[in-house]
T-cell receptor, first 116, second 113 residues
């Protein structure tokens, strides 16, 4: 139990489907993240929300649409995906704060997405 | 931006031997260096971290060293056990607000019984 819960754990969707990934954190953190993990590639940061405001969007195609209704919940809405979007999508959270020397990011177990 | 290089990409050791994974980073502003372990089918879990004001940190069989001048940091696992088999990621980030963390590509460690 990491304190970050992702659902569903596995998802298979067609290229014309619309689906959503859900993430909930129980750690009292103010920042939430979506990462994409593909084979033989470093973890790719997709989106960051800090205090419910999107602060980072790393050139992610518009077929991925994040939503952060409050500091505990994060969604990734998926629409007209491509087979190359098949990957493990990881949600994470961390505290926020200025100064200091870094805050730990805590990951969920991930949602395995297969686009057919 | 930050660039983190990690090697080796795969590592096989006999049970009981030590394993060392090395990383370099490029941004001198980075001051926090976590290490994550990812087991099959699970998300990455933090196993140890080190901050820039410390040169070495140890937690039981795991230790991490940091050389800020050379921009190197390393993970050392002693007396390896089969349950240490996993993918290990190093990362570097700078402080303030949310965390913009750059990860290494990962090292797949196999401990042979």
């Amino acid at each position: 139990e990491t304190g970050v819960t992702q659902t569903p754990r596995h998802l298979v969707m067609g290229m014309t489907n619309k689906k959503s990934l859900k993430c909930e954190q129980h750690l009292g953190h103010n920042a939430m993240y979506w990462y994409k993990q593909s084979a033989k590639k470093p973890l790719e940061l997709m989106f960051v929300y800090s205090l419910e405001e999107r602060v980072e969007n790393n050139s992610v195609p518009s077929r991925f649409s994040p939503e952060c209704p409050n500091s505990s919940h994060l969604f990734l809405h998926l629409h007209t995906l491509q087979p190359e979007d098949s990957a493990l999508y990881l949600c994470a959270s961390s505290p926020t704060g200025t100064g200091g020397t870094g805050n730990t990011i805590y990951f969920g177990e991930g949602s395995w997405l297969t686009v057919v | 931006g930050e660039n983190v290089e990690q090697h080796p990409s795969t590592l096989s050791v006999q049970e009981g031997d030590s394993a060392v994974i090395k990383c370099t980073y490029s941004d001198s502003a980075s001051n926090y260096f976590p290490w994550y372990k990812q087991e099959l089918g699970k998300g990455p879990q933090l196993i140890i971290d080190i901050r820039s004001n410390v040169g070495e940190k140890k937690d039981q069989r795991i230790a991490v060293t940091l050389n800020k001048t050379a921009k190197h940091f390393s993970l050392h696992i002693t007396e390896t056990q089969p349950e240490d088999s996993a993918v290990y990621f190093c990362a570097a980030s700078s402080s303030g607000g949310y965390q913009k963390v750059t990860f290494g590509i990962g090292t797949k460690l196999q401990v042979i019984p």
